[in-house]
Every structure is written in C-alpha cells, then in structure tokens.
C-alpha cells in the first residue's frame, strides 16, 4: 500500500509565509505527477499546482506568482511554498500522486489526508 502523509499547515497572517511537504511511502516503484489540491469550507476541491517526474510545473492562476511546487524523487516528496498568502488561501491542501508500485502493471492515483492552512489576522 501507499500512503501520503502532509505536514506544514497551519495558522499565518496575510502577507506571509508557509511551506508544506507531503512525503509518499509504501512499495513505490516510482511516482508520476504529483500535486497540491485545495478545497475551502463550502466550496469544491481545486487544483492549486502540479508537477510532473520530469519538473514540468503548472499553476492555478489564482496562486501564479505567489505559489512554488518542487519535488524530491529520492524521498518520494512533494513541496509547495506558498508566499503573499490571502485570506482566500484558507483551506485544507491535500496531497495527490500517481503513483506506480511495486509489482503493479499500472500507477494508481493516491491521495493524503490533508493539512489545513488558516490565512487570518
């Protein structure tokens, strides 16, 4: 099994700054596109950023400028700098891969738990 583990929200004030990881582990033989999802109270879960294996990025327009995605294929693990954060950046950012496992003919999408980023003053 795979399993997504987040970490790195929590409470800033407009303007500043947050930087959260999600870390994949399990029987992974490799990992394809990895991204940061959100979904804020009352409303349906967005596509904030992606990155492929090979580095290729994409944002939504609403974080361009403000939002950096990376990764580390040697841990597995998925970053997004988030800087000039807004109060609409409030949400729970969950963690997605598509992962290819061990011994498994095709990757399977996986997603994490979440970590909630409060943007308040």
């Known amino acids: 099994q795979v399993q997504l583990v987040e970490s790195g929200g929590g409470l800033v004030q407009p303007g500043g700054s947050l930087r959260l990881s999600c870390a994949a582990s399990?029987?992974?033989?490799?990992?394809?596109?990895m991204a940061w999802y959100r979904q804020a109270p009352g409303k349906q879960r967005e596509l904030v950023a992606s990155?492929?294996?090979?580095?290729?990025?994409n944002y939504a327009d609403s974080v361009k400028g403000r939002f950096t995605i990376s990764r580390d294929n040697a841990k597995n693990t998925v970053y997004l700098q988030m800087n000039s954060l807004k109060p609409e950046d409030t949400a729970a950012y969950f963690c997605?891969?598509?992962?290819?496992?061990?011994?498994?003919?095709?990757?399977?999408?996986?997603w994490g738990k979440g970590t909630l980023v409060t943007v308040s003053s």
């Open positions: 399990g029987s992974i033989f490799s990992i394809n596109t």
């Open positions: 990155v492929t294996s090979g580095g290729t990025t």
């Open positions: 997605n891969a598509d992962v290819l496992r061990v011994g498994v003919m095709f990757a399977w999408n996986y």
